[in-house]
């Protein structure tokens, strides 16, 4: 149980970072964009693993849509206190890296 969060984990610290890095290339925005992913990609997965237990699948699509966009939300603050980035920059790189990432595990996932 605890490996597809990990690997889930895992996929989100490259797929994110890489794109960071290509933006940016800087490694304080890579690392900056790891932290972020430590935190929001562990608690988002850690919901939804409980959701799937306990709820229907409607439940589950309303809170995953939900903690994504919590997510790019909260990833974009972080951008914006951390590395002073603008709010539409910051906005803009969170939701592009998270949409990126959020197809990649889709597709691994479906190959699986």
């Known amino acids: 149980m605890i490996l597809p969060l990990i690997l ?64 790019v939300a909260v990833e974009a603050l972080i951008y914006i206190y951390k590395l002073k980035m603008d709010l539409l920059k910051a906005a803009g790189v969170s939701l592009l890296a998270n949409a990126v990432s959020f197809i990649v595990e889709v597709f691994l996932f479906w190959l699986a």
């Open 8 to 71: 889930c984990l895992a996929t989100a610290i490259i797929v994110e970072g890489f794109i960071v890095w290509l933006l940016y290339r800087r490694a304080e925005y890579v690392y900056c964009s790891v932290l972020c992913n430590v935190v929001t990609n562990t608690a988002l997965n850690l919901v939804l693993l409980v959701l799937s237990q306990f709820t229907s699948c409607g439940i589950y699509i309303f809170a995953l849509v939900a903690g994504e966009i919590l997510t």
